[in-house]
């Protein structure tokens, strides 16, 4: 288990901004929200919704990918990078809940 952790820090992928945004989501939920919020926030497309602007927003700031002449940027690698970003986003959220709930379980 510690090998997989220290894993995540050693790629780096610990640190994508969609990452820790899911990771930091996920532990005030499990700090503050009862089971029942927390199925509610969720459920509620208004949560992706953010997300994919966050992630859209970061990746054509940040993360600009431009065509092969260096002029235009390439917007369908862009986005579906933003794409991933939600993936990402949504896959932390759900890491770090099963990931607390496993650790407060014993």
Known sequence: MFKGIAALFTSGLIFNPMVLLGI????????????????????????????????????????????DDGIQLDYAVMLLAAAAGVVRFVLACGLTISFVILLFSF
């Not at 989501?25 to 969720?42: G, H, P, Y």
């Open 24 to 67: 930091f989501l996920a532990l005030f939920c499990m700090i503050k929200m009862s089971a029942e919020q927390m199925k509610d926030l969720f459920s509620d497309y208004h949560l992706y919704a953010l997300a994919a602007l966050i992630s859209v927003v970061y990746t054509f700031i940040f993360k600009k990918v431009y065509k």
